[in-house]
């Protein structure tokens, strides 16, 4: 297979910040400030690898998400919020909590190497949400009460390690930033393993009506659920390569021209973009927003509504 291109190494870069931003924004709005902000750091190194003419809007735009505020909690959903789940309804369960709170303590004693281990526990966190159902389906990105109380279950396993809590506190949250890290290269690689492995697909067959036949599963699942299909990690590998390919051919990514786009294939990129981005978007859930939320939506499709008519235009 040819190396990818540096142009789409940059693209791949591009969906993962802007996946990346929205995340911050939803860190903000559940007054998550110190996660919100941590993420925001990692999406601006991403964004410092992109062409420079790109950095100043995508951390513009990822600034503004860190600044979201957070949303009002009604009584009812602090209620809910409280409410103690029955995990052992949830088969194997209580079991991955124990596992992942063992797993958890073995790196937070330094006994497993940082990387690997958040990898594994990242890997356990994500089994769970396998088998814990949302809207009838497996709760991949964890938006049920059920799964973030697993979760949180299961750090909780843990208890104070270390005689100093602040300590501890600051080790585990560094631990938690890394796992969530590393969700992202587990889930990306269980959707692509979806085009082979029929029965884990199979219990996505829902999502699946509509979609044009011989459409890869793993790009239907990944669409609904808003996933990467390539991990921070894979992408990071797949970029040290093509730069280690230029310079071993005397080039550097800072010289070497991109070569001229297609206009048909540019057009069909954004065709099929606009497509997926539309697919089960209802007006009902811009409705839903918050006023300061709603505000900055319809700034944003304005926007998109002035580039839209001006491609109408050309066609016409």
Known sequence: MAPKSIDELNQELRDEVAAATERVRTLAEEGKAEASAELAKETTT??????????????????????????????????????????????????????G?????????????????????????????????????PDLKAASHAAKQASAKMYASVGVIDADEFEHEQAQNKLRRAVQYRMRDVSAEYLRSLDKDKDQAQRFAPVMEGWPKGAKVSVIVSTYYGLSLKGPTEIERERYAARKALEAAGKTPEVEAAPEPKPEEVVQHVLTGIHKALRGAKASYFEGLPADRKAEVRDELEDLNKVIKAMLAAVL
């Open 46 to 99: 991403l964004i410092d690898k992109l062409p420079s003419k790109e950095r100043a809007g995508l951390k513009a735009k990822v600034r503004a998400a860190g600044k979201a505020k957070a949303k009002a909690v009604e009584p009812s959903a602090v209620a809910k919020a409280d409410e103690v789940v029955d995990l052992a309804q949830f088969e194997g369960v209580p079991e991955l909590i124990t596992m």
């Open 101 to 137: 709170g063992q797993k958890i303590k073995a790196i937070m004693d330094m006994t497993v190497k940082s990387e690997d281990g958040a990898r594994e526990i990242a890997a356990i966190i994500f089994d769970m949400r396998l088998r814990i159902p949302h809207n009838g389906l």
